[in-house]
């Protein structure tokens, strides 16, 4: 706008009134041009935070459906699912495609929801399935480096490798990505106090006691 200004005023073929009023002019209608510009982006912004809680709410869902079926952080996963399958198989089928479902329903609503993509990151992890899970939790880490449960999951695919080094960098990335949280203290515990590092075992046990106390 400043160069046009400053263009137009340095035209041989225009008076000055002319000038300005022309100039006059461009700005009120550059202003009320940006002023629509401005409106139109707060509205996007307010759709895409309906769309995101949209997204989240079939989410939940998704990680409702699995809730009794899979703690990733208790035992292994794929030996939760050969038990839990065998007692009741169809139960544990009717929410596998309940989960997906939903977590494809938000990811259609909003391809940047982190928390369908952990779900189907602990879905794949539920069905052995750990490249599966890995590119899931590499895909929410795009979208969000600090994301909670993408940590929590690549933790556990290193507890299931059997690499401690690795599931202790990933779990302590889960507590800088939501110190309010219990598990990944609890986890740490127990791999410190399996290789034989007790104070720290006893550290993170005792916080882990503590945050459950104050979820209570």
């Not at 137009?8 to 461009?26: C, F, S, T, Y």
């Not at 009741?88 to 369908?116: H, R, W, Y």
């Not at 590119?135 to 299931?160: F, G, P, S, T």
């Amino acid at each position: 706008v400043e160069r046009f200004a400053e263009a137009m005023q340095l035209n041989p073929m225009l008076h000055e009134p002319a000038v300005r009023r022309l100039i006059a002019v461009k700005l009120s209608r550059v202003y009320e041009l940006r002023q629509k510009v401005r409106t139109l982006e707060e509205v996007c912004d307010a759709q895409q935070q309906m769309l995101l809680r949209l997204a989240r709410e079939y989410s939940a869902m998704g990680h409702e459906t699995l809730r009794d079926h899979l703690d990733i952080t208790v035992e292994e996963p794929a030996a939760a699912y050969n038990r839990r399958g065998r007692r009741d198989a169809a139960l544990t089928e009717a929410a596998l495609a309940g989960a997906v479902a939903n977590f494809n329903k938000a990811l259609s609503i909003c391809p940047q929801c982190t928390e369908a993509m952990t779900g189907h990151a602990r879905l794949r992890l539920l069905l052995d399935d750990a490249a599966g899970a890995a590119q899931w939790v590499d895909k929410a880490l795009a979208v969000d480096a600090n994301c909670y449960d993408a940590h929590l999951v690549q933790a556990m695919l290193h507890k299931r490798d059997g690499a401690d080094a690795a599931t202790i960098r990933s779990l302590k990335r889960a507590v800088r990505a939501d110190a309010s949280r219990p598990e990944p203290h609890r986890l740490l515990a127990d791999i410190y106090r399996r290789i034989g590092i007790d104070d720290l075992a006893e550290q993170h046990a005792r916080k882990a006691q503590s945050l459950s106390a104050d979820a209570d």
